[in-house]
């Protein structure tokens, strides 16, 4: 989903494997607009990256390309999140189900989601659970 660096390119070259220039490079795209059909994904992982004030934009995006019965693993940053119900309450009035939570790690949380159908709730509705908080760094 990101362009790869240019040292990437050069690689192979170096290690004698020959030139990838007539390989295409992926494009870059945001999370928010991925290039890929609808419904064509069987998994979906966000792992540290909901960081971003669109997070719905994100989760609506896994929605659109997800198939029916689609699984979405999230990995978060366990200070992120203010009350892990009202989170797992707006995801899922985005067109996904709650199969599974780990919340017994101190640094990280996992949710898994089944994708249901599309986003029960109009693009102007509030969802205030998808607003993760600044992430808070500790010394260990």
Not at 22 to 28: D, G, L, M, V
Not at 59 to 88: I, Q, Y
Request: charged share 25%.
């Amino acid at each position: 989903m990101f362009e790869e660096p240019e040292w990437a390119e050069a690689a192979p070259a170096a290690l004698g494997l020959g030139s990838v220039t007539s390989q295409p490079r992926p494009a870059a795209a945001s999370q928010n607009k991925v290039p890929l059909e609808d419904e064509s994904v069987d998994v979906a992982v966000f792992c540290l990256s909901l960081m971003g004030t669109n997070i719905r934009d994100f989760l609506e995006e896994a929605n659109r390309v997800l198939k029916p019965g689609g699984l979405l693993k999230v990995a978060e940053v366990s200070s992120r999140f203010e009350d892990v119900r009202v989170f797992l309450g707006a995801v899922s009035k985005l067109g996904f189900k709650v199969i599974s939570k780990d919340l017994t790690n101190s640094h990280f949380f996992l949710f898994d989601f089944q994708k249901t159908g599309p986003p029960r709730v109009g693009p102007k509705a509030q969802l205030s659970g998808l607003k993760l908080q600044p992430c808070l760094y500790k010394r260990r």
